[in-house]
């Protein structure tokens, strides 16, 4: 089978949240997530206080969609089609780059899913990531059938698909909201917005925003809980999905080195207690089929204000004095000992500056020469930052095993400034303390568990803007 690799739920540590996440984010996430990791958490976070704080535009789909991946160097469009031939080759075509589709279907459709299917007609996004055509079947990365806890494998014959896509399609023709029900996402020219830039932006739209919870239950009408779709919708809005958000919140402000305070972890313990509190109430009042009184509603209302402003307020004091990182590689020059041409195929250092890490690309990446044992990577930077740290992004079948970094002034004299031994893994980030070096090397000293070739798809060297810079707004 010819098929698109994914970072695994389990390794991304986002394993049975799939309830807490709406059906139609949560793979456009994950599709967002195969050109960069991190990405999956920065859009549902986006997307989370986008709905929650009334700050949506007034597009259609795609548009609101690209109001956030074009914050991650990403953009979505439309594909059209006409026949069963033409979009079957769109979908091989597709899976054959590299690139995967994002597929609407209905809910009423689905035979795998017991709950709505020939009851409810719901939008639904799936995501198109594989093939096989001895098998004549396409795969399917699929929440309907495990439950909704992640995003797993589901390979479907060929004329399954066409009839779920074919069966579905009066649904979206009925929707002025979507144009069509097969999206393409691919990146952009340019890596999106730094990390703290994006969170900053996001961040300004829990103050100037609208909490539309607030407005919601300005006007609350329980006969909207008479469903199942209804009540796991509003467990969801008021419940379980503010978990997930501080959750991902979490890991990002770990990953831009942000201590936590014990202000915000009031403030979350404060939210999450009383959002689980009063779902809960809400929940058993309308099962005991008691009218929820005024006096709660209105008091919930403003207890929401007092929370966003105090969320506001204990995140912007954690980051008031946080600068941005830069990936300074995207800037460099890069020279390597040697270069593969495996199978008159070139594996060109080019490939690791191109600021998208493919590791479902086998031949997307750097490998050196078979003659060369020793090989390395050396990096030119066009001024002096401070490096902060390395990230190489390794071979998934085939990691560097031991390498040691490097850092030169004039590319004569080298300081070690890590040595790493026995690794194992398919991402590498080295903390580096106190590099203000113009050139940084990386020599492979075990390129390999069984070979003497090394194979990277990408490596990024972190550093912070000069104070003076950063106040310009300068890069370089």
């Not at 809960?280 to 204000?305: D, N, S, V, W």
């Not at 050139?439 to 490596?459: E, G, N, Q, V, W």
Request: hydrophobic share 40%.
């Amino acid at each position: 089978m010819n098929k698109i690799s994914f970072m695994p739920f389990q390794k991304m540590g986002i394993e049975n949240i799939g309830t807490s996440l709406d059906c139609i984010e949560m793979p456009i996430a994950y599709i967002a997530s195969k050109y960069k990791t991190e990405n999956f958490y920065y859009y549902i976070i986006a997307s989370y206080m986008n709905r929650m704080w009334d700050t949506v535009s007034d597009g259609n789909f795609t548009q609101n969609t690209n109001f956030i991946l074009h914050d991650l160097g990403l953009h979505m469009k439309p594909v059209a089609f006409s026949c069963r031939e033409e979009l079957f080759d769109i979908f091989k075509n597709s899976v054959d780059a590299g690139n995967p589709l994002l597929l609407l279907v209905d809910y009423y459709t689905l035979f795998y899913e017991e709950t709505h299917y020939q009851k409810d007609h719901i939008p639904h996004g799936v995501v198109l990531s594989g093939y096989s055509e001895m098998q004549e079947t396409f795969l399917f990365q699929e929440s309907a059938h495990m439950r909704f806890t992640a995003l797993y494998p589901l390979p479907l014959t060929y004329d399954m698909v066409f009839e779920i896509i074919s069966q579905s399609s009066p649904l979206f023709e009925s929707f002025t909201y979507f144009e069509g029900q097969l999206y393409a996402i691919q990146p952009v020219s340019g890596n999106g917005m730094l990390p703290l830039d994006f969170f900053r932006k996001y961040l300004t739209q829990i103050k100037n925003g609208c909490n539309s919870l607030t407005r919601e239950l300005s006007c609350f009408d329980t006969s909207r809980l008479q469903t199942s779709q209804g009540l796991a919708g509003f467990r969801r809005r008021f419940g379980s999905s503010h978990k997930v958000f501080f959750d991902f919140l979490e890991r990002i402000l770990q990953a831009e080195d942000i201590t936590i305070t014990d202000r915000y972890r009031d403030v979350k313990n404060s939210f999450l207690t009383f959002y689980d509190t009063f779902t809960a109430k809400i929940i058993k009042q309308f099962l005991k089929r008691e009218e929820t009184p005024a006096e709660q509603l209105l008091h919930a209302m403003e207890k929401i204000k007092e929370l966003d402003a105090s969320l506001y307020a204990a995140l912007t004091d954690m980051i008031k004095d946080k600068q941005s990182y830069i990936n300074f590689a995207l800037t460099g020059k890069f020279t390597a000992s040697s270069e593969s041409t495996f199978m008159d195929r070139r594996f060109p250092v080019e490939n690791l500056i191109d600021g998208v890490m493919d590791s479902n690309g086998k031949y997307r990446m750097w490998s050196n020469a078979e003659w060369d044992k020793e090989p390395w990577i050396i990096i030119e930077l066009p001024q002096k930052p401070q490096i902060v740290k390395a990230t190489m992004f390794h071979a998934n079948y085939s990691p560097v095993c031991s390498y040691v970094i490097e850092g030169s002034y004039d590319r004569k004299k080298w300081i070690t400034l890590k040595e790493t031994e026995n690794n194992a893994r398919e991402v590498t980030t080295d903390y580096i303390e106190g590099a203000f070096y113009r050139f940084y090397r990386f020599r492979f000293t075990k390129p390999s568990p069984a070979d003497t070739a090394a194979r990277l798809h990408k490596i990024e060297l972190w550093g912070l803007l000069s104070r003076t810079d950063a106040a310009s707004g300068a890069l370089f």
